[in-house]
Structures are given as structure tokens and as C-alpha cells.
């Protein structure tokens, strides 16, 4: 018979950022989103109408916007995620859920950040968050080589570098098309929504990050 306390320290959790573990739809989503917007207004020489329509063009086919600025117009990834990742008060835009430290020390298991921001920001969120500690890498979009989730060439990239395989992975996300890439290749997904929906792909759905700990497989 295995030990489960084994199993349990061969675990590797896989968080996504942002709205995972903390609401970035409050103040960070849309500041990123503006930014965003105003980077294709001036170097690619559109109006705003323009911009939003090819910003929503390309994060329905590739996912990101990033990726579709790299394929098609040559943009420099650094350039983008630097000028788009600029923020007047990172401190007071970024929300804690209270007790969100505690949920997290409950896991057992290795846990690791997988995020398609950019690294400088990634590591500023965790450090407010109080919970850089609690996490033994942080994979970004860089670490990926700018393949952003949902895409297969990120996952197959972090998995690489953990040295693990698919199978012992648990891959908590807010974005179902990532959760449909993990589980086909064998992750368990949690889904952290408060709606009901749970597809098939996904193996447990929780309202709050907090209430992680209460899920079994």
C-alpha cells in the first residue's frame, strides 16, 4: 500500500496569479487592459477602436495579446510587457484575501507560480501578497519563451524545468481554456469560480482560494 503522506509531498500544486490568488479584476485588470490598449495606439498607429478590436482578435486566437503582437508585427516581447506593466500603486491595486497564507500553508506538497505576466511583477504581487516564501519557483511568460497559457508549448516548458511528470501535477486556474491544456496532459484542474459550471476537464471547481484545502481527488 503507498503512503499517502508520500503522495502528498510528491504533489506539486501549479497556481496561476492573477485572479487565482488574488482579484486582479478590481483594479490591476483594467489599468493592464488600458495600457495594453494604448501600446497598440501608438506603435502600431491605430485608433482606439481599432486597437480593442485587434486586441480581442488575437486573445481569441492565441490566447494573449503578446503572442499575436509577436507573430504578426515583430513586437519585442520585453519592450511590451515592460511599457504594459507600469503601475502608480501596486501596493493599494493589489486585494488579499484574508487567511489566503493559511489556505496555502494547509497544502502539502511543492507548489509553484505559473502566470503569463511578466517576472518583475509576478515577484512584486507575491511579496504583497505575503507568499513569495511559500512558493519554490515562479515560472512567466519569459520562463515559457513567450508561449502564454493556454498554449501547450508553456506547460510542456514548466514541466520540463520542474523534472516531473504531468500526472503529479494539480494546476489551479481562473481561465477554463488553460485548465483544458493541463488536463490533456494529465494534471488534476481545480477551477476557482463561484459559479456552478464545472466541465468535464475539470476535476474540482471552488469558489475562493481559500477553500482549497477542502478539495479531495
Not at 504578426?72 to 520585453?78: E, F, M, N, R, V
Not at 488579499?96 to 511543492?110: E, P, Q, S, V
Amino acid at each position: 500500500m503507498r503512503n499517502k503522506h508520500h503522495e502528498d509531498t510528491r504533489r506539486v500544486w501549479i497556481f496561476d496569479l492573477d485572479d487565482t490568488l488574488h482579484d486582479a479584476s478590481a483594479h490591476i485588470f483594467p489599468h493592464i487592459n488600458r495600457s495594453m490598449t494604448q501600446y497598440l495606439m501608438t506603435h502600431l498607429d491605430l485608433c482606439e477602436e481599432d486597437a480593442c478590436a485587434l486586441r480581442r482578435d488575437y486573445w481569441h486566437r492565441y490566447g494573449a495579446t503578446l503572442h499575436g503582437l509577436i507573430r504578426h508585427h515583430g513586437t519585442d516581447p520585453h519592450h511590451f510587457l515592460h511599457h504594459t506593466h507600469q503601475f502608480p500603486n501596486l501596493t493599494t491595486m493589489v486585494l488579499r484575501a484574508r487567511g489566503l497564507r493559511t489556505a496555502l500553508l494547509r497544502l502539502k506538497g511543492r507548489k509553484v507560480v505559473f502566470t503569463n505576466a511578466p517576472m518583475a511583477y509576478a515577484e512584486q504581487v507575491l511579496q504583497l501578497l505575503g507568499i513569495r516564501d511559500l512558493f519554490q519557483s515562479v515560472f512567466s511568460i519569459e520562463s515559457s519563451r513567450f508561449h502564454p497559457k493556454p498554449a501547450k508549448q508553456g506547460f510542456l516548458r514548466i514541466l520540463k524545468a520542474l523534472r516531473i511528470p504531468a500526472t503529479r501535477c494539480v494546476m489551479v486556474e481562473d481561465s477554463l481554456p488553460a485548465l483544458r491544456t493541463a488536463k490533456g496532459l494529465g494534471m488534476k484542474t481545480v477551477y476557482v469560480n463561484p459559479n456552478s459550471r464545472r466541465p468535464s476537464f475539470v476535476d474540482a471547481r471552488i469558489g475562493t482560494i481559500l477553500a482549497l484545502p477542502q478539495t479531495h481527488f
